[in-house]
């Protein structure tokens, strides 16, 4: 009987420390924090991609502006990125990406070269608010454009450990690269 019991404790204790152990939320890789990071930037979803950095920035910065929030959502879509190399030491790793986006150099040259006609062509004659969002508007259908010019770029990224979470500490090449530049 008292074996019986005993077992039957067992058992108990097992069930509860397997249905802890499964609740726990299980920390992603470098590699995948990376690729989240990315996904959620393609997707425009700033406040998701603000939990993947050690400083986030793109949720209060994009908040405020739905143009550049516009901006940003379509340049990031046109983007992609492949891991080529992926290095941890203790708490710190470096992710090497190779980044595909819009050359926004052809972008920018196309604007500024045919601002004056884009306007005469929408009967705008001075600059201000309309000018604007109709310089706006040619700048997406351009970034949209299937004749613009993609940019291969090699970047790196690197990440922190902190609290048993990969965070990324510096992405600033990887978003210089995928906004073309």
């Known amino acids: 009987m008292r074996l019986k019991k005993f077992m039957i404790l067992i058992n108990i204790s097992i069930c509860i420390l397997i249905l802890v152990g499964c609740g726990q939320d299980v920390s ?3 590699q995948e924090v990376t690729l989240a990071f990315t996904d959620a930037l393609y997707g425009g979803d700033f406040k998701m991609a603000d939990t993947y950095l050690k400083y986030p920035k793109y949720n209060k910065l994009t908040n405020n502006d739905e143009k550049l929030k516009g901006m940003y959502e379509t340049l990031f879509k046109k983007s992609k990125i492949e891991i080529l190399d992926a290095i941890e030491n203790d708490n710190l790793a470096t992710i090497k990406v190779k980044v595909n986006s819009i050359d926004l150099q052809q972008v920018e040259k196309y ?6 006609k884009i306007l005469r062509e929408n009967k705008i004659e001075t600059t201000g608010d309309e000018a604007d969002e109709v310089l706006y508007k040619e700048t997406i259908n351009k970034i949209n454009d299937s004749s613009t010019g993609i940019k291969e770029t090699e970047v790196n990224i690197y990440l922190e450990n902190e609290d048993k979470k990969w965070k990324i500490t510096d992405e ?3 978003i210089t690269a995928m906004e073309g530049n």
Do not use: Q, V
């Not at 604007?111 to 004056?116: D, G, K, V, Y």
């Open 28 to 30: 992603k890789n470098p």
């Open 172 to 174: 600033s090449e990887l």
């Open 111 to 116: 604007i500024l070269t045919n601002t004056p």
